[in-house]
């Protein structure tokens, strides 16, 4: 091991200044997603610290979805991702920092207000897939599996359809825990009576955004929170759907 | 450069592999914020990949705040932190991939909340220090960093006092961009009357609190925003306070 790469590893300070120096320079340069980074050799020269230090950098930001590394390819500004909250947000209730409880209070929070963009804002387009998400969940109503994929992609199309990047990402964010817990609690902890109530408090959402009518649209949303944080605290655990 | 040191450049999947094993381990060992992880070397080990590897993926995770990596000490499991988040934010900002106006939107959402949780659950020792800030802004009005920084803890403080830490640090990572926009705004196009106004609605938020009145804290939170975004759209532009 090179004596640069050594340093790496106790050189917290060293990362930390040129990531600072990258973002800078996204910043100063007036770059876009997808515009290309200077190169490993370039920055290690202008920034007078090693190549291990900008790759370890690199591999920092890239973890941040602040940019995109690919292999044998110039670095790239990257696109908002809802991959770094979503790390953030299992890690926290993984270690018990916060309960499935607190993050559905988050989640119902923001999904009050997408409801509400969703019916202001969304395309005819967007109308229709959200739509269509809301009847594939009926469709596949025991198949656990794919009719969480259709809930999942239901509450991001909505968020996607406020056309505001930032809610679309943090809702995006809860979307692996989701995907993870629900199959589960439809399985073993979901009466005949509960899903069919899941399921038309879906389709509702789905029409009042269709329909343009945004108080219908966050009531809609509510009630579906009622029920399932109701159910969540019935089952005293991890019920997520 | 040693070619595992080489290897780790276009090797994404390599370190994203080591990722999951360390999150998984996290999990498995049902480790809290606080507890030590494995040195890099018994995780080289036992995952079978160079130091190298194992360096790139700390690092990673540690700029996602899942782990701390200190000097000369083991690696340990990290409390949720708004430092992922934040760089997120700071980076759509700069790309132009969100607005101001859209950040906005999202803090309203999301502390028109903290509002009603921190008015249901804040201890006395936390009512008392969100009054104290909002004193300290009137007490600085002509001081706008100082002024700011109480301003920026006010809301840190009531989003603490919700006492959901995922609230509270989505909330927080808004801070450095307020930090960075409010000192300016506020002395370039702010008048007397709008600082009078600011501080009053600050006033009133705290005041609500400590009364445990949660209607009256998110009406209070409401008119705050609304106040600022209006000043915000007058301004055309990062008008942030």
């Known amino acids: 091991m090179s004596p640069s ?3 790496v ?7 930390r200044q040129a990531m600072d120096a990258v973002t800078e320079h996204i910043r100063r340069a007036r770059l876009k997603a997808g515009d290309e980074l200077p190169s490993e050799a370039e920055l290690a020269q202008s920034l007078k610290v090693s190549r291990a230090v900008i790759r370890e950098t690199f591999g920092a930001l890239a973890a941040l979805r602040v940019i995109d590394v690919g292999n ?9 991702d809802s991959s770094p909250l979503a790390s953030a947000l299992d890690h926290a209730v ?3 920092q916060v309960t499935v409880a607190q993050v559905w209070d988050v989640r119902r929070t923001l999904e009050r207000r997408t409801a509400v963009l969703a019916a202001q804002y969304r395309t005819d387009e967007e109308a229709a897939q959200i739509l269509a998400h ?4 009926k469709q596949f109503r025991d198949d656990f599996g ?11 199309a909505i968020a996607a359809a406020s056309h505001n990047l930032l809610f679309a990402q943090i809702v995006a964010s809860f979307s692996p825990q989701i995907n993870e817990a629900v199959p589960t609690a439809w399985r073993t902890r979901t009466t005949e009576r509960q899903r069919s109530t899941i399921l038309r408090r879906h389709l509702a959402i789905a029409q009042a955004i269709a329909a343009r009518d945004p108080v219908a649209a966050e009531k809609a949303m509510d009630l579906h929170f009622d029920d399932s944080i109701k159910r969540l605290l019935d089952a005293g655990a991890g ?3």
């Open 134 to 137: 809301a009847e594939a969940m």
């Open 146 to 156: 794919r009719m969480t994929k259709h809930d999942i992609a239901l509450h991001e």
């Open 239 to 241: 019920q997520l759907t």
């Open 5 to 7: 790469t050594k340093s």
């Open 94 to 96: 993984n270690t018990e």
């Open 72 to 80: 044998g390819r110039k670095a790239r500004v990257a696109v908002l």
């Open 9 to 15: 590893t106790g050189a917290g300070t060293l990362v």
